[in-house]
Nanobody, 115 residues
Framework: VQLVESGGGLVQPGGSLRLSCAASGFTFRQYTLDWYRQAPGKERELVADINSAGNSTIYLDSVKGRFTIAREDAKKTVYLQLKSLKPEDTGVYYC?????????WGQGTQVTVSS
C-alpha cells in the first residue's frame, strides 16, 4: 500500500489549494479514505472522510463549508479542496486508509497559511 500526497504550499489567508493523494497497492474503490492534519505542537486530527461509494462525507467542524473531499476511483486519487484558508489551517496534511486491522499513511504535504 502506498499513499502519496501533493499540492501543499504557502498561501495567503483567504487563498485556496487543492491537495491530491495518489494511492496504489490496494483496491481503492472498496475503502473509505481520510485526510488528517497535524499542526506544530498539536495532535493529528481528522479533517475529512469520504466513504467508498463517495456519497457520504464527514468534516471537522472548523473546516465545514470551506473544505471539500472528493474521490476519483478511476485515477485512484482522493482530493481535498481547501478554500478561504486561515492561519490556523497550517499544518502537515496526511492521507490515510484503514485496511483490515492496519492503517496506512502517506508522507504528508505541508500547508502554510501566512501573509
Amino acid at each position: 500500500v502506498q499513499l502519496v500526497e501533493s499540492g501543499g504550499g504557502l498561501v495567503q489567508p483567504g487563498g485556496s489549494l487543492r491537495l491530491s493523494c495518489a494511492a496504489s497497492g490496494f483496491t481503492f474503490r472498496q475503502y473509505t479514505l481520510d485526510w488528517y492534519r497535524q499542526a506544530p505542537g498539536k495532535e493529528r486530527e481528522l479533517v475529512a472522510d469520504i466513504n467508498s461509494a463517495g456519497n457520504s462525507t464527514i468534516y471537522l467542524d472548523s473546516v465545514k463549508g470551506r473544505f471539500t473531499i472528493a474521490r476519483e476511483d478511476a485515477k485512484k486519487t482522493v482530493y481535498l479542496q481547501l478554500k478561504s484558508l486561515k492561519p490556523e489551517d497550517t499544518g502537515v496534511y496526511y492521507c490515510r486508509v484503514f485496511i483490515l486491522v492496519r492503517e496506512y499513511w502517506g508522507q504528508g504535504t505541508q500547508v502554510t497559511v501566512s501573509s
